[in-house]
């Protein structure tokens, strides 16, 4: 009931304020009813129930992949380092 | 970096990010000496914690508790009769959402309506009521509407076209009720089974899209007045992930706040337009009874009376029963959406209730607590 999928925007239709959206490769049409910011061709909206909820804000989708990505690039240091280590302790042969 | 569709899909459920968001879990919840529970409100968590087997991912001191929040199953049985009463009137069509359709009341469901004869449809979407409406003129719609914050707007969206385009033949029966109500009912309503159940809610996981549309502002309430941090989370694994690390942090350092790792879609104010649109055309009611939960204050909706010539619960008031209908004696669903119980730790979970023949809420729709633990179930062996 409540999973909302992102879709990119396709075309508007001015007149009736319906647009047609992009969802994982499927078209289909949606209500701008609700939105209450202007929203263009190429942006990226929360469809729910036949709605387009808000924007989605491209920037803070951005940062947070790159913070995740920043998390991961940590990690694997971390875990580098772990390898390093654990193989120093190694009692040499 | 520009952002494709695909960054949205699976940036958002990446493996590896979970693993690294598993670490700093691990490291930050061996600073606490003591346990935390999370309850998540919507059914949304509850589904991609389950899909996920996100418990299995965090130490064993961060545990979840599933909260009330799904539409479908909250509904209780003398509501889902009056849509089924509405449904068997000749000159009704019934139109509702979700799994709302399979749920049953005590004659039967709204599915069991239709096998009857009853013109009972099912759309993704409220708007489809106009074509319904105008492909069928003798008939008179009604739209039976459920669910939280999230779907309330699309309803009073429906109604402002309706009320515009002046569709005589389009009615509404209102079943939506709002999150930080149960949120307090849960939070104050504890009794002495809590200690014995050795249950408690320490911090809450926010609802998504009630958030999208309400702003994160509806939970202040929480952190403030009854010291229980709140962290809006996304739907996503990496998002539920981070969030709970979020949560974990907050103890660690002694916060206690209201904060939002969905900030891609969730502000503080939220939607204002579709906030406009709720309070121009609903008010609260006294008391809605929820289905496990029993009656709550000002926890649920309906139309203003200046619109009641649109509301089907005024209009068919003589034939739709007020009677209260009790919850089957079996059933634990009450002790588990207070996060007083398991689904496992219920008698008749997965033998007299099943996701096909449902006797409690919990197991009504696919985001119910006992019908995810039935679906995933295996993964927590």
């Not at chain 2, 708007?127 to 039976?144: G, Q, R, S």
């Not at chain 2, 998504?208 to 309430?221: A, W």
């Amino acid at each position: 009931m409540c999973l909302s999928i992102p879709s990119k925007i396709k075309s508007i239709d001015k007149e009736s304020n319906i647009c047609t959206v992009d969802t994982m490769g499927i078209e289909r049409s949606a209500s701008l009813d609700l939105i209450d910011q202007d929203v263009k061709v190429g942006d990226y909206v929360l469809i729910h129930i036949g709605f387009a909820m808000n924007k989605i804000d491209e920037e803070d989708a951005i940062e947070s992949l790159k913070l995740y990505q920043e998390i991961i690039d940590k990690m694997e240091e971390e875990e580098r380092q772990a390898l390093i280590q654990e193989s120093e302790n190694c009692p040499k042969s | 970096m520009q952002l494709e569709l695909k960054d949205l899909y699976d940036g958002f459920r990446d493996a590896k990010t979970i693993k690294a968001y598993k670490k700093i879990i691990e490291e930050d919840a061996k600073k606490l000496n003591r346990t935390i529970n999370i309850m998540e409100v919507c059914g949304g968590h509850t589904h991609t914690i389950m899909k996920y087997g996100i418990p299995q991912l965090l130490p064993s001191n961060i545990k979840f508790i599933h909260g009330p929040g799904c539409p479908v199953c909250i509904m209780p049985k003398e509501r889902i009769d009056h849509a089924y009463i509405l449904s068997m009137q000749d000159d009704v069509i019934l139109v509702t959402l979700g799994d709302m359709i399979k749920v049953p009341g005590s004659n039967g469901s709204l599915q069991d309506a239709r096998s009857k004869g009853a013109d009972v449809r099912f759309v993704y979407s409220p708007m489809d009521c106009l074509k319904i409406a105008k492909e069928n003129p003798t008939k008179k719609i009604i739209f039976f509407a459920i669910g939280f914050e999230t779907t309330t707007p699309m309803t009073a969206a429906l109604l402002d076209i309706v009320i515009k385009q002046e569709i005589k033949n389009i009615f509404f029966h209102i079943n939506h009720v709002t999150v930080p109500e149960v949120m307090r009912e849960l939070i104050d309503s504890r009794d002495e089974h809590v200690d014995s159940y050795n249950h408690n809610i320490d911090a809450f996981l926010g609802p998504s899209h009630v958030s999208v549309i309400s702003g994160s502002k509806i939970y202040e309430e929480f952190p403030k007045n009854y010291k229980k941090p709140v962290v809006v989370a996304g739907f996503e694994p990496v998002d539920v992930m981070q969030a709970i690390s979020m949560i974990v942090k907050q103890f660690c350092e002694d916060r206690c706040e209201l904060e939002i790792e969905y900030k891609r879609l969730v502000t503080y104010e939220g939607n204002i337009k579709a906030q406009e649109l709720i309070n121009k055309y609903f008010q609260k009611v006294c008391l809605f009874k929820w289905r496990g939960l029993g009656n709550i204050k000002d926890s649920g909706l309906k139309l203003k009376a200046e619109y009641s010539k649109y509301d089907a619960e005024v209009i068919y008031k003589e034939i739709l029963p007020i009677e209260e209908i009790e919850d089957h004696k079996l059933c634990i669903c009450s002790d588990i959406l207070r996060g007083m119980a398991s689904p496992t730790d219920c008698t008749i979970f997965g033998t007299a209730c099943k996701p096909n023949k449902p006797v409690g809420s919990c197991m009504v729709s696919s985001e119910g607590a006992c019908a995810a633990y039935y679906k995933y179930g295996n993964l927590l062996k």
